[in-house]
């Protein structure tokens, strides 16, 4: 009863004190700071104008792969701009990409379907797949719905030029497409299309003078396009301008090297100046690029008979007409006998090839290829000159005997204009 209580303790009451401030000041100024857990934090998202600005400038230096990338970023972006899809197309149709340029211009066209600068693209994009009817239908809705579209008139004489070369073109179409591509040069001149369209028009013409102008104009308002450089290549060789020719296909391979077009128009610059050795390399060279291409193995192989390697000759130019597989494993499928320049080249080479060889049992073949050329394509003087003379080499070989004949004028060298 007489025990005393035991004093508060100064030390223990600071303590309480100090935990007391520290958790108020926590409630108070920390926690409203704090972001909730689990819960994921704004970050900085680019703009879409500044995904098309970065593609602009990359489009502007030839970096066409890098810029499609960061179109496609700014479609992602704003999917309902239909201008950012029609940008992305034009770069996809300067890569030869139609496949994908068709897909943007179609989602561009469902946003804003009176979109004149679209429907041309369309138009063009059908007409490179050989639908001239549809083509023509929405190049038409084009310059019905903008009658001063530059690009619409350039497009149409492109497509024109390509209906007429594939013999599917109505009467008049060589006039309109030429009333077209100087309509497309009034309207603007500082277009690439326009220039591309007219040198395209008079390269088909065979008037090549005026159409390096054109494609020289197309270059410098764009110079990154390898198509152009290899248009302006083959309108040199024509001119028999054939170092500017070789230049111009480097300039295109170095620009596009996935595409076989420029070493094969090397090749057949190189074959046309009597450079057999390098006209074989430029070949060999395109069908790394392009394995399953029977064309290329064509080309090859009459770089192999123009340099009298007949057995490497047959190897190439069977691929061509017969198909088969590689000895690398690369499936190539042979191409049917028709009237086409090159097709006729490669069968008739390949008879001469097989009956100049010497290799036993090879004249039978030879026979076989003359008849076939006789039957298929009677009509062209050149193919069947060659192949009548198949038989004839044949006979001299298995005889000892020669019995020289004077081909009809022009027969023994087939056109070289375009591979």
Not at 75 to 103: C, E, H, M, W
Not at 160 to 181: H, P, W
Not at 232 to 237: E, F, P
Not at 269 to 274: A, E, K, P, R, V
């Amino acid at each position: 009863m007489t025990r005393r209580k035991k004093g508060s303790n100064p030390i223990r009451l600071l303590i309480l004190l100090l935990l007391a401030g520290a958790g108020a000041y926590f409630s108070l100024v920390v926690v409203p700071t704090t972001p909730p857990l689990f819960i994921p934090t704004n970050t900085p998202t680019t703009s879409p104008q500044s995904y098309v600005t970065n593609a602009e400038s990359l489009a502007s230096q030839g970096k066409f792969t890098q810029a499609i990338q960061v179109y496609n970023q700014a479609v992602q972006s704003d999917p309902k701009n239909a201008g950012i899809y029609i940008n992305l197309a034009r770069l996809q149709i300067y890569t030869g990409n139609f496949k994908d340029a068709k897909t943007n211009v179609e989602t561009a066209l469902m946003l804003n379907p009176n979109n004149s600068l679209g429907e041309a693209m369309m138009g063009y994009i059908l007409g490179n797949e050989g639908d001239y009817l549809g083509a023509e239908g929405a190049l038409d809705k084009a310059i019905s719905l903008d009658p001063n579209n530059a690009i619409a008139y350039a497009y149409y004489t492109e497509v024109l030029v390509l209906e007429i070369n594939d013999q599917k073109n109505e009467l008049g179409a060589l006039d309109k497409a030429t009333a077209y591509s100087r309509k497309a040069l009034d309207l603007n001149s500082n277009l690439m299309e326009t220039h591309r369209s007219r040198g395209d028009l008079l390269e088909n013409t065979s008037n090549y003078e005026e159409a390096v102008t054109e494609f020289q104009a197309a270059i410098a308002i764009n110079p990154n396009i390898s198509d152009l450089h290899l248009a302006l290549g083959r309108n040199y060789r024509a001119l028999q301008q054939l170092p500017k020719a070789i230049e111009e296909f480097n300039r295109a391979n170095a620009l596009n090297p996935f595409d076989p077009l420029a070493n094969t128009y090397i090749s057949r610059t190189y074959l046309q100046s009597g450079d057999y050795a390098k006209a074989v390399q430029y070949a060999a060279a395109a069908i790394k690029v392009s394995p399953n291409d029977p064309y290329l193995y064509g080309n090859l192989g009459v770089a192999y008979y123009g340099s009298k390697q007949y057995k490497e000759a047959i190897d190439a130019l069977k691929l061509a007409v017969r198909g088969g597989t590689t000895a690398d494993g690369a499936a190539v499928q042979g191409l049917p006998l028709d009237y086409n320049i090159r097709i006729m080249e490669y069968y008739y080479k390949y008879g001469l090839a097989l009956a100049r060889s010497g290799i036993a049992g090879s004249c039978g073949e030879a026979l076989q290829i003359s008849q076939m050329i006789q039957q298929v394509v009677p009509n062209d003087e050149t193919s069947v000159y060659n192949a009548q003379e198949m038989p004839k080499i044949c006979h001299e070989l298995i005889t000892g005997t020669a019995t020289p004949t004077k081909p009809p004028t022009g027969a023994q060298v087939a056109p070289t204009k375009k591979p």
